[in-house]
């Protein structure tokens, strides 16, 4: 599988990207992550990784959305942005994830990338606006893997979308990068409409067909104002997906990212972690992009390594989160979200200034954190990585205390139409 894999880099990438992949993303990101660590022991902090919502506004309605995509347009400022680019290197970060909204929808994204060709970008997108005038400048600046998401076959993807065509469009705009030798990848919110049709062997070895290097399958989480409960998965299906992603890694030619556990499967959150933080669209600092409340903003007159380093609600927001849980304190423990916002005066920063009804209306449900039911990596490669550069960095031996978790599968009462929901949902997917 190793010789497949790397067979499929050498043979089917541009050289010029892959090269500039390797230093940027590979070389250049690990030593982020050692200076992270560096910084940790001298009781210093600023997250090797930053997550950059550009925009608001997008093309689609997808179902479960938490950004207000339909309201007016807010965006990061090209300035602004290269400004927070700046100080990020300047404390050693090389690799920057792009979201929205739909980020092609930015005016100014792509003067983004081309003044920025020393830093990697990886960019969350629907595939709509990758043209071959767009996938070119792509290529040209060498410093952007698109990210397209992939929401079930043709029915299920433009129902989770919000309209007709919008698979076809996706898919237009996933083969125009690969004619392009760009290196791309795939990600699902699986949820239970899509769980069946792109959980399994057939649609990876579809990706790989296609000249996809990578792909990323997240749990669907139901949050913002139409968050969709009934489309989440059970614990049982999301150690599924999991088992699946541990399984993929370790036998087809393809890279899988996951964002929430260790090399021995122990769950953990990278905004607890403290390997990432968010920027929204307003330029407010948040600890993840669902998580919609802030104190602080790019705008603040004081440096952003200052920041991150003296923000008492980011700090008590890793330690709070790391105390009671390894998993999605959102979808977890809301409460606790509730409580901290209250505490240090963090303002909603939605536009719709709903955030914290919507936290009070959350079902508490288990997220990645499934105790006693750990799945380890098979690959080597994997646990390598991962033990060096994606782990807790101690903020779970520091802070985690067994006595504090509560299992929302223990406490949780399935609505009475839970039920029905899902026969609802399964007699659409096969209509």
Known sequence: ????????????????????????????GL?????????????????????????????????????????????IELDAANKTIRQAKEMGNSFFGILGGEPFMHKDLLKIFEQNRDVYFQVFTNGHFITDEVAAKLKEYGNVTPLISVEGTEIISDERRGRGGVYNQTMEGLETALRHNLLVGVCTSVCKTNLDDLVNDAWVERLIDMGVMYCWFHIYRPVGPEPNPQLALSSEEQKRVRQFVVDTRATKPIIVIDAYHDDAGNALCPAATGFTHHIGPKGDIEPCPVIQMATESIHDDRPLAETFNNSAFLTEFRELTAQNTRGCVIMERPDLLIELAEKHGARDTTIRNEVMRELDHVTPRRSQFQPGDEIPERSFVYRWAKKYAFNDFGTYSRHFDVAKYRDPDAERTPAVNDDVQVVQLQATKSS
């Open 31 to 75: 030593l982020s992550v050692h200076k992270h660590k560096r910084r940790l022991k001298r009781g210093e902090f600023f997250p090797p990784f930053l997550y950059m919502s550009v925009i608001n506004s997008c093309n689609l309605r997808c179902q479960g959305c938490w950004v207000d995509v339909a309201a007016k347009q807010h965006r």
């Open 1 to 28: 599988m190793y010789l497949r894999l790397a067979s499929r880099f050498l043979f089917e990438t541009d050289k010029r990207l892959l090269a500039k992949a390797i230093w940027t993303l590979g070389v250049k």
